[in-house]
Each structure stands twice: as C-alpha cells, then as structure tokens.
C-alpha cells in the first residue's frame, strides 16, 4: 500500500474543511463566490471518494486504507480509520449526495449564504468521519459532531417553525447519544484489564467474542459466568439498550421516529436531503459496526423485538403516508417505512437479508433524496406543500415529470430500478431466516402500500386537468436543475440493471457481519477465531504503524 493510499481517506474526510477556511475569508456578501468555492470543493471530495472506492479491493484485508497513528495513549485511544466494503460505499454515497446539495440551494438559500454553506461542508466531514473511524471514541467524537451543523440547517434556514424541529431534533439524538456514551466507557473498563484497555474497535471486538460464544453456549448457567463472559450477562443487556436506543433515534425506528416529520419538513432542502441520504444511513450501520457485533448474545434475547419494530415501522410509515396531504410529510413518512426494510434485513441474519439491507441503504439514500431534492425545486416555484394546490402539471413541466416518476418508480422497487435490488433480497432473507413466516408477510403488505400511496400522490399532483391558474406559469427544469437530477436517475438504471459491481465489494462485509452477529445466537458452533478482526497495529514511538496480519478461519477463504 503506497503512502498516498495509507492518507487518501484522512484527504477525503478533512477536505472539506481546507474549503471552509477559504469561506472564512470571503465577504459575505460574494455569495456567487461562496456557491462557487464550496461547489468546488465538494466536486474534489467527489473525485477522491470515487478514487478510494476504486482503490478498494474486495478481495482483499477486510479494512483497507487504514491510517493509524497515537493519540492518547493513556486511555488507550489512538487515531485509526480504515474501511470496510459497506463503509467504503456510504462514503461514496455522502461524498456523491454533497455537490447535489449544492447546486438544488443555489436559488433555495438567500440569507446566510457563507454560513449555510459552511455548515454543509463541516457537516460533510462529520458524517463521512463517522464513516470511517476504527477507534469507538473517535467514532462518538464524529457522531457528536454531526449534530451541531445539522441542527443550525434545520434551526437557521428551515421553515415556519424550525426552532421548535431543531431543538425536537437536537434533544432526542443528544439524549441517545449521552446514554451510548456511557456505554461507551462501561465497554472500555468490561472488554480489557487496567493497562490493556483501549477504545479500539478491533480490540473491544475481539475481547468480547469469547464472553459473546460463552454466552451462546452457557443454557441455565449463565448466573455461574465469571470474568469478562459473567460482566457481559450482567451488563451487556443495558449497553445493548444504551447503543441500540442511540441508533434507532437516528435511522429513525418507530415508535422513535416522531423528530422525523417535523425536522424533514421544516429543514431546508439541502438539510432534508442529507438527513434522509447521508445521516439516517449512519444509525443503521452502527447497528451493524457496533451494537450488533458487540453484544450479539444480548441481541439474540431481544431480535424478534427488534424484527417486530421494524416490520412496524414498515406498516405504519406506509399507512401514515396514505394519511398525508402534505407532499413533504408524505416523503417523510416513507422513509420510516423504507428504513424499516433496512433494518429487518439487518435483523434477519442471512447472507441475502443483510446485503439487501446495505444495498438497501444506498438506495434508499438515491431515491429519498431525490424525491426530496425533486419536490424542493417544485415548493420553490410555488411556496405550497399541499397536494390539494397542484393537479395536472405534467401538462406544463414534462421533464420535471419525467423524473419525479423515474424517482417515484425507484421509491416503489420497481423491477429494473435500484431499489428492487435491495427489496427483494431483504424480503428473501426474512423469509429464509428462522424469524417466522410473518415477518415477510408483514414486510410485503409495505411493498404494496408503498406503491399505493406514491401513485396516488402522483396522479393527484401531477395527472388530471389544471386545477390552479397559478400552475399554468410553472417553468421546467433548467439546466442546473437538469445537472443536479439526473446523476440521481443514472444511478437509479445503473443501480437497479446493474447491482453486482456494487454488492461485490458489499458482499464480504456482510458475510463477515452474519457470522458474527451468529456467534451469540443459542448454540452457536462458530469460534471467535473464525470471526476475528485484524487490523492495523499500533505504531511505536517515531515508527509507520504495522500492516495487519491476514484473519485467520474461514472468513480468510471467503476474502
């Protein structure tokens, strides 16, 4: 691995911030030059994103890219990033979503345009850290960080009432985020002994799977357990809780979704569009990186629960949509109930659940956002969230059309379009997994309802005769708009006719998920040996750190 490759992610996440200092010295009244620079700077970060995903070998160590050096070495943290096929391809996605967002607020936003755009490059930094930090304190470091600059865009450039989404927003995931920090510092004195602790990820992981496998194997004598095996039956239920409670307010999962609507609709586009592309997108992959892995035996107690809420979410986005007149809370709703399919596959614990679930995140960051991207430049020509003002505008915008349905299509997995993809694979692998039959049954009434009340939103917003004069003045997407849209409907056809390039650097991270998650399921056979985690090792004072060593066990022969 070349020096360049070993800092190509540390260039793709700080990037960003080298812009920000640039912003800072602009007036702020150069507002074209504000859109310019940061458009600029996203358009970089784009091109080094695409350039790691490429660098990525999917046959090759399970964390890639790594870059390691000390930080605070008494407390056992030390600065570590790497990725993995499934992080590799979220980074790729924020890093595709940021000129997007650009570009849809160059008319949207009229005030404070140096500070949004500030806002949006420290925010692209924040999420694309929590992306790829190997090192769990890091990693809260970077979740934490993600709250401030989204909170500004919701408070600051949202609509009639933003303050009141903000601080809603704000105060559900800071109140998850303190009870997973708590966790957090449980698992750094339960996973290690006094001068071997560390808030390595890989360190925690691996100190944990033989208490996780005991706990698997232990039947009615779990009580008898000492040892770190005995502190995990006691404790691992309510640090489980701590992190599962953390992400499930940022996917959102019902019943903890109810930030959800008011902040998607009040936030201003290019808010909305990163909450539902990028930052929903991180709470189900700390379900799969850390609370999962970590305490999969107090998972196996509570999976069921956990399939049921999401088979809820499912159902109820999908009904509260069929209930919804506002254009943006319908768009809303959905995705709680798309999320929903994220994490059943999650839950489900088979090969195929588990890709459709990554695959489906992707996705879901594709088609919501553009949904959210499409019908913000429809409210900036009519100041209108209602359905009951529009009727009939194909007639008068054909292009914008054209690709609301495209978007719409991909929305409802449509075969040939990319979400079908990751449908289709998470419903298979409920199905196949020890769940129970309800639980895809459940999961395909929400297909059927997604389809119902996208069209039908559809047909009343866009078929029929005219219903408003004002309608008749609309004007069609022009050219920005047509640049900032159909990057959205390529990866939609390409996505959907195309998944295997996509799902071949997914696939080995998902295997690798799967047996892990497995390892505290009741009678388990698979031995921590079989899933351990090599990683880069710690530098000594003055020297590069080591390359990791090749796993051991059958995960080694499926790289």
């Given at each position: ?253 019902w019943p903890l979704h109810t930030w959800l609507p008011d902040a998607y ?295």
């Amino acid at each position: 691995m070349s020096l360049f490759d070993t800092h190509l992610l540390n260039i793709v996440v700080y990037l960003p911030l080298l812009f920000v200092a640039l912003l800072c010295l602009l007036p702020a009244g150069e507002r074209g030059q504000v859109r310019a620079v940061t458009l600029i700077g996203m358009l970089v970060d784009l091109a080094l994103g695409v350039w790691a995903y490429l660098r990525f070998e999917p046959a090759g160590p399970e964390f890639q890219l790594e870059h390691r050096v000390r930080w605070l070495e008494q407390l056992g943290v030390s600065y570590h990033v790497g990725v993995d096929g499934l992080s590799i391809s979220l980074v790729l996605l924020t890093v595709f979503i940021g000129p997007l967002v650009v570009l849809a607020s160059r008319t949207a936003i009229t005030e404070r345009v140096k500070e949004f755009h500030i806002a949006l490059l420290l925010l692209q930094v924040a999420m694309m850290g929590a992306l790829v930090s190997l090192d769990v304190l890091l990693f809260y470091v970077f979740w934490e960080a993600m709250l401030i600059p989204m909170y500004l865009l919701v408070g600051v450039w949202g609509g009639e009432d933003r303050q009141a989404a903000a601080v809603k927003f704000f105060l559900y995931t800071l109140a998850g985020s303190l009870l997973m920090l708590v966790a957090i510092v449980a698992l750094y004195f339960i996973s290690g002994t006094a001068g071997t602790r560390s808030f390595d990820y890989a360190a925690i992981y691996n100190s944990l799977a033989e208490a996780n496998r005991q706990l698997a194997t232990c039947g009615e004598d779990c009580g008898r357990l000492t040892g770190m095996a005995g502190a995990l039956y006691r404790w691992g239920p309510w640090m489980f809780a701590a992190f599962a409670l953390a992400f499930a307010i940022k996917v959102p999962m019902w019943p903890l979704h109810t930030w959800l609507p008011d902040a998607y609709v009040q936030a201003p586009t290019g808010g909305t569009v990163l909450l539902s592309a990028v930052m929903a997108k991180i709470g189900v992959y700390g379900f799969w990186r850390y609370a999962i892995p970590f305490f999969s035996a107090a998972m196996h107690q509570v999976r069921p629960v956990l399939a049921a809420l999401a088979v809820v979410g499912i159902v109820y986005g999908a009904l509260m949509c069929l209930a919804q007149r506002d254009i943006k809370k319908l768009i809303a709703y959905s995705s709680v109930s798309h999320l929903g399919y994220c994490m059943l596959g999650l839950v489900a614990l088979t090969s195929e659940g588990a890709s459709g679930s990554a695959y489906q995140m992707l996705n879901h960051g594709v088609a919501t956002g553009a949904l959210f991207l499409l019908f913000g430049l429809l409210h900036e020509r009519r100041q209108t969230r209602l359905m009951s003002d529009y009727g009939g505008i194909a007639k008068v915008v054909p292009v914008y059309t054209a690709a609301f349905l495209i978007m719409t299509f991909s929305s409802v997995a449509v075969p040939g379009t990319n979400s079908f993809v990751g449908e289709f694979l998470v419903l298979l692998g409920t199905f196949k997994s020890n769940l129970g039959l309800g639980f895809g049954v459940f999961a395909t009434l929400g297909v059927i309802l997604g389809a119902a009340y996208m069209l039908w939103m559809v047909q009343k917003v866009f078929f029929g005769p005219l219903t408003h004069r004002d309608n008749q003045n609309l004007t069609d997407l022009n050219a920005r708009e047509l640049v900032t849209v159909l990057p959205f409907v390529v990866l939609v056809v390409v996505m959907g006719l195309k998944p295997q390039p996509f799902l071949d650097r997914i696939n080995p991270a998902t295997e690798r998920f799967v047996s892990r998650a497995s390892l505290g399921a009741p009678g388990s056979q698979i031995q921590p040996a079989d899933v351990r985690i090599n990683v880069m090792g710690l530098p000594s004072s003055g020297e590069a750190a080591a390359p990791h060593a090749q796993p051991a066990g059958p995960l080694a022969d499926r790289r």
